[in-house]
């Protein structure tokens, strides 16, 4: 099996590549095309700021390169958000598959910090991607933007808010959270992204 990791200007792509090793997957990163078309699935991973991200994804052509993918697709953390309409760090149009608009974090109380960082319980989990979790589970989170809830959701988590951590539609999942540095469960996620 093939898998190819979404190479671009964004942090965290290795800890991705080696929680694949561990999983003994030999991904392939990239940012060719015909690689990322041709492989049986795509992750596309990213820390970092959603305008940069899309300026580097827009100047390779990869935005409609993923857009136009048919196997499956998992976003992770800024992958997620750039996988929505539009985002709120930047301004910035985003890639378009979900119909949702990615929002910063609005502090309501003193304890309310920003980024959002450590261990938080997911809930109301659906679809293959989630299969075999316990419900509730908890898992690594770093953003201080969110995806708010909408028909795509496929499991919530609360800081401030309930919002999306983890979205799906047609080939493309999604997490808002790190499941390459949430233990156990992440390696569940990941390993029941393969066998979809």
């Known amino acids: 099996m093939q898998i190819a990791i979404v190479k671009y200007n964004a942090g965290n ?3 991705v590549v080696n929680a694949m090793k561990r999983l003994g997957i030999e991904p392939i990163l ?3 095309p015909e690689l990322l078309c041709k492989a ?3 992750l596309f991973p990213g820390q970092g700021n959603a305008k940069e991200a899309m300026t580097y994804l827009r100047a390779h052509h990869l935005d409609q390169v993923i857009a136009d993918l048919k196997q499956p697709v998992l976003g992770i953390c800024v992958g997620q958000q750039l996988l929505c309409k539009h985002s709120e760090e930047g301004d910035v149009d985003c890639i378009g598959i979900f119909d949702a608009e990615v929002k910063r974090f609005s502090p309501q109380r003193h304890e309310d910090k920003v980024p959002a960082m ?3 319980e997911i809930y109301n989990l659906s679809t293959p991607l989630l299969e075999g979790l316990r419900e509730h589970p908890y898992t690594y989170f770093v953003h201080s933007y969110y995806v708010p809830l909408s028909n795509e959701t496929i499991a919530t988590a609360n800081y401030i808010l309930p919002y999306s951590a983890a979205m799906h539609k047609d080939n493309f999942y999604t997490c808002q959270f790190h499941p390459e540095k949430s ?5 569940q996620i990941l390993k029941n992204f393969l066998e979809l």
């Open 13 to 15: 792509i290795y800890s």
């Open 40 to 42: 049986d699935k795509v």
């Open 30 to 32: 990239t940012d060719n």
């Open 118 to 120: 450590g261990w938080n």
């Open 183 to 187: 233990g156990k469960i992440g390696e």
